[in-house]
């Protein structure tokens, strides 16, 4: 089962997924990894989610950044949104913050993979005594 599912819009997101799936690789969590645009792609997006056994989802796009948006329109699971920088970057960041009430979405920064696969980490460690270790030693912290 995964535990994280990275969901980005596109194949030119890769670089971020890389960091994401490095941290998450440091830290022995299990993820999955699918490519599916929010807005040519709506009702396989609505599948993929779902039918997903991740407790953390992260959801990496840029331009109108809706995809973790849609995300969370389909699951109350936490998702975590990294905005992808591209020739417009507030658009994506702006999408991502700008959430209705009710459809919430934790934002990292600008293309800050490692910060979404941290924080997906945190909210598993929540439940998971030897993950907050190991969130501890990645981060140089005494674990309380």
């Not at 959430?99 to 924080?119: F, H, I, S, T």
Request: charged fraction near 25%; aromatic fraction near 2%; charge should be neutral.
């Amino acid at each position: 089962m995964a535990h994280v599912h990275i969901i980005a819009g596109s194949e030119s997101d890769r670089g971020v997924i890389d960091r994401v799936v490095k941290v998450l690789d440091a830290l022995g969590i299990e993820h999955r990894v699918d490519i599916c645009s929010a807005h040519r792609e709506p009702k396989r997006l609505e599948n993929i989610v779902k039918s997903s056994k991740a407790e953390v989802f992260i959801g990496i796009a840029g331009l109108s950044a809706a995809l973790p948006g849609m995300i969370a329109a389909h699951t109350i699971k936490p998702v975590i949104g990294v905005p992808v920088s591209g020739k417009i970057n507030l658009d994506s960041i702006l999408s991502i913050v700008q959430m209705p009430k009710g459809v919430p979405v934790g934002a990292v920064g600008l293309d800050n993979g490692e910060n979404a696969a941290l924080l997906a980490a945190q909210i598993l460690a929540l439940k998971n005594e030897e993950l907050r270790e190991k969130i501890g030693e990645y981060r140089g912290l005494e674990v309380v």
